[in-house]
C-alpha cells in the first residue's frame, strides 16, 4: 500500500509541475492557479468517487490484494477489487489536492479584493475540512473497532458523534464549493 501512495504521489507531483504557472501577470493576483485547479480537480475526484461508489447500488467496492474490474448482467453491475478502501482512496486525493492548493493560497499578495478575500475564505475552510476528516476518519476506526464487541457502551454514543460529524462535514464541503464558484466569480 505505502507503494501504491507513493506512485500516486509522485504522479501528482510530476503532474502539478507541469500545470504550475510560476509567471503570472498582475501584481495583485496569486500565482500558481494551474496547481489549486489542478488541487481541485482532484478533490472533487475523491469526493464524487467516494460519494459514488459508497452510495450506489450498481457499483460494488472490496479492497483486495489484485486489482480487478469485473462487469456482471445483475447488480451490483460493476464489482472492483482495489487495494486501497474506497475511504484511502478519498482521503489520498483529498488530502493531495488540498496540498496542491496551499502554493496558490500562499502566493496571494491582497485579501482586501473580493477575489482575495473569498480566496481566504476558501484556504480556511478547507483546512478546517481537512482536519473536520481527520477527525472522522479517528470516529470511524473507533467505531468500527468497538462494532465488533457486542453491546459496547460507548458504540452508541459514539455513532451519533459520526453522523453530527457528518452532517457537518457535508456542510462545509457544499460551503467549500459554494466559496470557490464565488472566488471564481471574482476572478473575472
Known sequence: MK???AIVFLIVFISSIVVADEEYGEEDEAG???LAEFGF???TIGIVLYSLVKRTPFIAFKKEKEISIHLSATMPFVKIAFPLSLLDIHHV???IGSLLTVPHFLSCNDYSTPFG???L???IVLLGENISGFYGRYLHGKIERL?????HPLLKELLKKF???RTFHIAWTILLYLLLALHVAFAD
Open 3 to 5: 507503494r501504491i501512495l
Open 32 to 34: 500558481y492557479a494551474g
Open 41 to 43: 480537480v482532484l478533490i
Open 93 to 95: 486525493f483529498t488530502i
Open 117 to 119: 478575500l473569498t480566496g
Open 121 to 123: 475564505l476558501l484556504g
Open 147 to 151: 462494532r465488533r464487541q457486542i453491546e
Open 163 to 165: 453522523r453530527a460529524w
